[in-house]
């Protein structure tokens, strides 16, 4: 009997173990997405509000002091961790929302430029009806500062 030449094999992958490897990556992928979702840290500039935060301030601002004619309310504030705060300006003048030293009586200290913060809504400010969020994943204590009135000061507290 004539043999005829079987075609040749599609070469395999990598084999099983290559094969294992890739499901296995697409898996923990799929998993800390979806972990991030949840966590609400994915898509952070959406539009869902998070636990409010007023931005408050009265008059012209020369002798603008937090808790008595401007500042962030609440403050010092809780909150776990994954959760989204969003501050609202109620006021007439732009503010900022800028991380500063880790010491509450030097914070605002002259200084915070230099910190490379790690939460900053941007030194352009954000003026009457707008908002700036920020989810906090990690837990530690925050502090603040509005970069054009650097009396308002605020901490946040995450567990
Ligand atoms: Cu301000």
Known sequence: MEQTPKPAEPAKPKGRKGLYAVIGAVVIIVVVVVALWAAGLLFPTNNTPGTPLNVYGTGTYTSCSNYSNCGFDPSPITIAHGTKLTWTNNSTSAHTVTECTSSSSSC???DA???SPSFNSGSAGFTNGQSYSYPFSTAGTYYYYCQFHPDMH???IVT
């Open 108 to 110: 605002p200290d002259f």
């Open 113 to 115: 430029t230099a910190l």
């Open 154 to 156: 605020g901490k946040v």
